[in-house]
């Protein structure tokens, strides 16, 4: 895994238990040392399993890093660069994943070490990529 551009990724979900799937995914990954090591990786659900929107996820979100990292939100943002995968919403044209949601939805890919890969993989890569390629840290 190269390094990572971030230093926090967050992941919204639209209900406690679907955070608790994608942090399971989170941390198979982290265990595989399928993701960058100085990556924080984070995932906060709406609250009381009520939809709230990308706008309000962001919000909460935020509020939620600056809460782990026991800062403002502004010291919070001034030194960290963060990425926001909005991922609350069930899969309604594919109901076997409504549940997990879109994000961790399986492809028929596999990466270099034969492991299978998901959309959140794909995604993670995408965004690592061009920043690396200007200079990254």
Do not use: C, W
């Amino acid at each position: 895994m190269t390094a990572s551009p971030f230093d926090d990724v967050i992941i919204t979900a639209s209900s406690e238990s679907q955070a608790a799937g994608y942090r399971a995914h989170i941390a198979a990954r982290a265990g595989r040392g399928l993701l960058p090591m100085e990556t924080t990786f984070h995932v906060f659900p709406d609250p009381n399993g009520r939809r709230v929107g990308s706008g309000a996820a962001t919000f909460i979100a935020l509020d939620g890093l600056a809460a782990f990292y026991k800062r403002s939100l502004r010291a919070t943002l001034r030194d960290r660069r963060v990425l926001i995968l909005h991922s609350g919403g069930d899969s309604r044209r594919l109901p076997a994943y409504a549940a997990q949601g879109k994000l961790f939805l399986p492809l028929p890919l596999q990466d270099d070490r034969g492991f299978g890969i998901s959309l959140f993989d794909l995604l993670l890569q995408d965004f690592q990529s061009p920043l690396l390629g200007e200079g990254g840290r």
